[in-house]
């Protein structure tokens, strides 16, 4: 508790009209915003590398943007450090009636249901409305939102009963993006193609795999084999732009015949 009073009063006096930082004095909420979605990631980051003592900096910088918003709402009169602490308290306890209260489940499938229903409660309280929608965050990754949007859905029975559908839909898009390319025109190629990576999306729901990190093994894995390439170029004293295609992939099928 000493360091966390310690770090409220650094990022006041960092705030402070009266000598504070003035790189620190011009930031809004909008402004810090990217920084605390980049922060997020360098989290998600080091947790990925296993750098378990990274991951103790990293995740002191993503506090730091707690108190750096709390900071600013506090100065603005909207609400302080310790209110954003008892609204994640208040939220823990609500959301775990089988821990804090009475409530009994059985299975996985039934506690996180209970979550779903407190979640959509918490929404009508605050929207003063229930759309099944809302509350999706607009800044999350395109393919985490779209399988958020669509599990939001299939709650309220908009769903397919199986994969069989699901992949029919994506040979249905696929089509329609090839008639897209065919016409050059870049804003239908562009909306098929969002059609297209939303199906993508659905089917890894239904497949019960996280599309991000799908894609971020895709990634990885072209990183890998990539960098395999460029290091058997560099053993002969040849870079990848002086190689034909054919010799790059053939360097890609080494690459993948050796399991990277």
Same mark, same amino acid.
């Given at each position: 508790?000493?360091?966390?009073?310690?770090?409220?009063?650094?990022?006041?006096?960092?705030?402070?009209?009266?000598?504070?930082?003035?790189?620190?004095?011009?930031?809004?909420?909008?402004?810090?915003?990217?920084?605390?979605?980049?922060?997020?990631?360098?989290?998600?980051?080091?947790?990925?590398? $296993?750098?378990?003592?990274?991951?103790?900096?990293?995740?002191?910088?993503?506090?730091?943007?707690?108190?750096?918003?709390?900071?600013?709402?506090?100065?603005?009169?909207?609400?302080?450090?310790?209110?954003?602490?008892?609204?994640?308290?208040?939220?823990?306890?609500?959301?775990?009636?089988?821990?804090?209260?009475?409530?009994?489940?059985?299975?996985?499938?039934? $506690?996180?249901?209970?979550?779903?229903?407190?979640?959509?409660?918490?929404?009508?309280?605050?929207?003063?409305?229930? $759309?099944?929608?809302?509350?999706?965050?607009?800044?999350?990754?395109?393919?985490?939102?779209?399988?958020?949007?669509?599990?939001?859905?299939?709650?309220?029975?908009?769903?397919?009963?199986?994969?069989?559908?699901?992949?029919?839909?994506?040979?249905?898009?696929?089509?329609?993006?090839?008639?897209?390319?065919?016409?050059?025109?870049?804003?239908?190629?562009?909306?098929?193609?969002?059609?297209?990576?939303?199906?993508?999306?659905?089917?890894?729901?239904?497949?019960?795999?996280?599309?991000?990190?799908?894609?971020?093994?895709?990634?990885?894995?072209?990183?890998?084999?990539?960098?395999?390439?460029?290091?058997?170029?560099?053993?002969?004293?040849?870079?990848?732009?002086?190689?034909?295609?054919?010799?790059?992939?053939?360097?890609?099928?080494?690459?993948?015949?050796?399991?990277?």
């Amino acid at each position: 508790m000493q360091n966390t009073r310690r770090l409220l009063e650094l990022m006041a006096r960092l705030r402070d009209p009266q000598g504070g930082c003035p790189w620190d004095l011009r930031q809004d909420f909008a402004s810090v915003a990217p920084y605390t979605l980049e922060e997020a990631y360098e989290v998600a980051d080091a947790i990925a590398r $296993r750098d378990y003592d990274d991951l103790r900096l990293e995740l002191g910088d993503l506090l730091l943007q707690v108190v750096f918003h709390a900071q600013m709402a506090q100065e603005a009169g909207l609400f302080d450090f310790e209110d954003v602490a008892a609204g994640i308290c208040d939220k823990l306890v609500s959301r775990h009636p089988h821990v804090f209260g009475h409530a009994q489940f059985e299975t996985d499938a039934e $506690r996180a249901d209970a979550w779903e229903t407190a979640k959509a409660a918490e929404r009508v309280g605050r929207d003063g409305g229930e $759309r099944v929608l809302a509350g999706v965050a607009l800044a999350l990754p395109a393919l985490k939102r779209a399988q958020k949007l669509q599990k939001r859905a299939a709650r309220v029975g908009f769903d397919w009963p199986d994969l069989t559908p699901v992949l029919d839909k994506l040979d249905e898009e696929l089509a329609e993006l090839r008639e897209a390319l065919g016409s050059g025109q870049r804003e239908a190629m562009a909306d098929e193609l969002g059609d297209l990576l939303f199906v993508m999306a659905n089917l890894a729901r239904h497949l019960e795999l996280d599309a991000e990190e799908a894609l971020r093994r895709g990634n990885a894995k072209f990183e890998r084999r990539f960098a395999y390439i460029e290091d058997r170029l560099h053993a002969s004293g040849r870079r990848a732009k002086e190689c034909t295609l054919a010799e790059l992939d053939r360097l890609w099928d080494e690459a993948k015949a050796r399991g990277m």
